[in-house]
Every structure is written in C-alpha cells, then in structure tokens.
C-alpha cells in the first residue's frame, strides 16, 4: 500500500546563508548536517583529525564547507559553495555565500535562486554594514521568505536583553525593505543550540527552532502560476526512423501552468498554435509548472528556435528593448553611461548600452545618489539600458526568472552584473 509521500514528490526548499565574516555561516550548516545525519562517519572523522591538528579543542563544523586550501587556511569563505541534504520533511540545497565585501557578487550568485534567505549576525557585535547589505541585496533579489539568526548566543551568556535589542534593530530596518515574511532566532551554531534541537539554555524563547522553521515554511504560492512563460532552451529533432516526425521544443517552465490544449503565441515572431502535448523524460504529463523541465509540442508547424518564448496568447509579455533595472555590478572596472555590454535575459542573448545611470543605492541608509556618475564593485543602482533585441520581460517583482538578466563582458566573457527589471 502506497504511501502520501511516495505518491508526492518531496518538497525542496532552496537557502541561501548571508552575513558578515566570522558570523558563523559556514559552521552552522556543518551543524545542519551534523544533527540531520546527513554526513558520513568518514567526513566527520576527517573534520575531527584536522580540527584537532590545527590545535583546535572542538570540532571545526565550518570545514564541512569551506573546500578552498585558501579558505580552509584563512577560515573563511570566498567561493559559494552548495550543500545538499535532506530531512523525512523535505529536501534542502543549501548556498553558503561568503561574508566579505569583496566576495558579494558571490553572495548575489548564491541567493539569485533562493526561496529564503537566512542572514546570521553575531550576538556580540550587532547588525554590521556587510548584515545589511545583505539584508538589502536579499530584498531587491525578491527573496521572498528571510531568516535573521542571532548566533554566538554562548558568548553572552545567553542573554535575553542581547537578543532583543538586535530583534528590534532589524526588524526596523526591515521595514524599508520588502521582506513579506521574517523570522528572528537565537542560536548557538557551535553548540546546536535552537539548531536542530530546542535549547534549554534560552527558556525565555518560545519560537521555533532554525530546523524547524526551515522545514515548514511554505514556498509552493511563491512562484508565479498565472503567467504562462516557457523560454526555448533546444529544439529537439532527432530525426530517426523511431522519431521520425518528432518535434519537440525543451527548456523549463518559467512562470504559469502549461496544458495540453492550450492556445499560445510564439514570441517575438507572433505566431500562434496550441499545445498537442508535453513531455517529461520518455513519458507525456498532464501540465507542466515551474520550475520542471520538459519538451513542449505544438500542433502546428510554426517557426519556433532557442531564445523564442511560449506564452499564452491573452496573457503574453510586451517584448521591449528599453530596460529600467536594478543593477549589483560585480567587477572593479566601473560601469559608466554609454558602455556597451553583452546581454543574457532566460535563453536570449543580445548587446545592450548603458543610456543612464540614475541612482546609487546606499545600502546602510538606502539613500539614493542621484549625482552619481559610474557604479564600482559591488555596488548597487538604478540604470537604463537600450539593447539590440526585444527582451521577452516581466517585471522582477512579478517573475524572478523572466525579470532578471546578466550583463557580459564582451572581450573576455566574464559576467559583470547582475539585473533586476523595474518594469
């Protein structure tokens, strides 16, 4: 006899941990892993002896993580680096992102794609500029569920008072941001304490534990299912006598709920037809969603290559080439008006000019500096750019996937930043 569970996939939850250096990121998810039972004896084992050959008198959970020799030796974090472990509740993949300023184009990397950000501060110290940046980046990147953890909670005592007057520092400077949902929790990552297991040394907490909370929290009604959008990735033809008339157009789901039967519009071209069926590996499925991948067949045989997008004919994005974006630019050669960029929006790729550069957004007091003349690294703003092909968009606030794009450096192929569309 089947069970619910088998009949439903379990569910996935995608984290993305933030904060400044030394907060206790990295060695929190060794926690994570520890307490779950997601690591094998033989890693522990390997923890534990170089723990102890670095003099240490506990074990180093943050080395479950940091695989860089460079971040191992300076006990930070520099590359994102993704963790995969799973409860009887639900799925996790997990983006530790580093804490340097430097290294926050990593850290936009890592939350891009993240259902819920968890930002940790360090009980001693407080909120800091990098807690906040990342508090903001987390915002602009829609990241629609976030998590403030207090740790080092062992090194005050556990004190109530600490905790408090962090919870209350934040959750005002939260509401300049929007973060539809937050949840503030103190935690010992060295010790597990409000990890995984509820701590007994903070009686005075009543909320859940980060495990807990992480294993709950609903993300299903975060994604967009209204507005159907499936980018084509490939155009499958294998042309074999067993496929001989097979013409299928694969990519994943990015928005909205796809069906057989349905009429839709094959952008930019114009060209309409209706859905005959839909693929999934060597089986036809019933409707398609995000963020499933699947091959998509029309009934008529219409122009279709990879950068088009399917959408439905009553409910399609206005193709544009004048973009208003949110920018975070990710090297040390500035971004200035009148550069020229490469483009990369879902599978389309085009050049794109920077016209103006409206805003620098002041991370720490979100001031906006309209008298700016260039973006350096890391830093954020308002611009607008003119692009040689018409971006099938939505706004980033409406479809994470549809609403954001990378820019290109042309000459030596290294992306530079990373946008949100306004509108």
């Known amino acids: 006899m089947s069970t619910e569970t088998e009949k439903r996939p379990m569910d996935l939850l995608r984290f993305a941990t933030a904060g400044s250096v030394d907060d206790g990121k990295s060695t929190l998810i060794g926690r994570l892993l520890l307490d779950s039972k997601s690591i094998f004896e033989d890693q522990l084992e390997a923890v534990e002896a170089t723990s102890e050959a670095k003099g240490y008198d506990y074990t180093d959970l943050a080395l479950l993580t940091d695989g860089l020799r460079s971040e191992r030796e300076q006990g930070i974090t520099i590359d994102v680096a993704y963790r995969y472990f799973a409860t009887p509740n639900r799925k996790f993949i997990i983006a530790d992102t580093p804490g340097h300023v430097q290294y926050t184009r990593n850290m936009v990397t890592g939350a891009s794609t993240a259902d819920l950000g968890l930002v940790l501060v360090d009980a001693r110290q407080g909120l800091t500029e990098q807690s906040r940046?990342?508090?903001?980046?987390?915002?602009?990147?829609?990241?629609?569920?976030?998590?403030?953890?207090?740790?080092?909670?062992?090194?005050?005592?556990?004190?109530?008072?600490?905790y408090e007057k962090i919870?209350?520092?934040?959750?005002?400077?939260?509401?300049?941001?929007?973060?539809p949902d937050l949840e503030v929790i103190p935690i010992s990552a060295l010790q597990g304490d409000n990890v995984v297991t509820r701590s007994e040394n903070m009686p005075w907490y009543s909320g859940p534990t980060l495990m807990h909370h992480l294993e709950h929290v609903h993300v299903a009604s975060d994604r967009d299912l209204i507005d159907a959008r499936f980018p084509v990735q490939y155009v499958i033809r294998p042309k074999s006598d067993e496929f001989h008339d097979y013409r299928g157009y694969a990519g994943q789901v990015a928005g909205g709920v796809l069906k057989p039967?349905?009429?839709?519009?094959?952008?930019?071209?114009?060209?309409?037809?209706?859905?005959?069926?839909?693929?999934?590996?060597?089986?036809?499925?019933?409707?398609?969603?995000?963020?499933?991948?699947?091959?998509?067949?029309?009934?008529?045989?219409?122009?279709?290559?990879?950068?088009?997008?399917?959408?439905?004919?009553?409910?399609?994005?206005?193709?544009?080439?004048?973009?208003?974006?949110?920018?975070?630019?990710?090297?040390?050669?500035?971004?200035?008006?009148?550069?020229?960029?490469?483009?990369?929006?879902?599978?389309?790729?085009?050049?794109?000019?920077?016209?103006?550069?409206?805003?620098?957004?002041?991370?720490n007091t979100l001031h906006r500096d309209q008298e700016t003349k260039e973006l350096g690294v890391n830093e954020i703003g308002r611009v607008t750019l003119r692009t040689t092909v018409p971006l099938l968009c939505d706004p980033y606030s409406k479809n994470r996937t549809t609403g954001s794009f990378v820019l290109i450096d042309e000459a030596t192929g290294v992306t530079v930043g990373a946008g949100m569309i306004n509108g």
């Open 167 to 179: 919870y209350a520092e934040f959750t005002q400077f939260a509401t300049k941001l929007n973060v």
């Open 133 to 162: 940046r990342h508090a903001v980046i987390l915002s602009l990147l829609r990241v629609p569920h976030l998590v403030l953890a207090v740790n080092k909670m062992d090194l005050v005592d556990f004190d109530q008072a600490v």
């Open 261 to 363: 039967g349905d009429e839709v519009v094959v952008l930019p071209s114009g060209m309409t037809s209706k859905i005959a069926k839909i693929d999934l590996f060597d089986k036809e499925i019933p409707e398609a969603f995000p963020p499933m991948s699947v091959t998509v067949h029309l009934e008529d045989d219409v122009d279709v290559s990879r950068g088009d997008m399917i959408a439905r004919v009553k409910n399609a994005p206005t193709p544009s080439q004048d973009i208003d974006a949110m920018i975070c630019w990710m090297t040390n050669a500035p971004l200035q008006p009148r550069q020229k960029l490469a483009i990369k929006h879902t599978t389309r790729t085009g050049r794109a000019l920077v016209k103006d550069i409206q805003y620098r957004l002041d991370v």
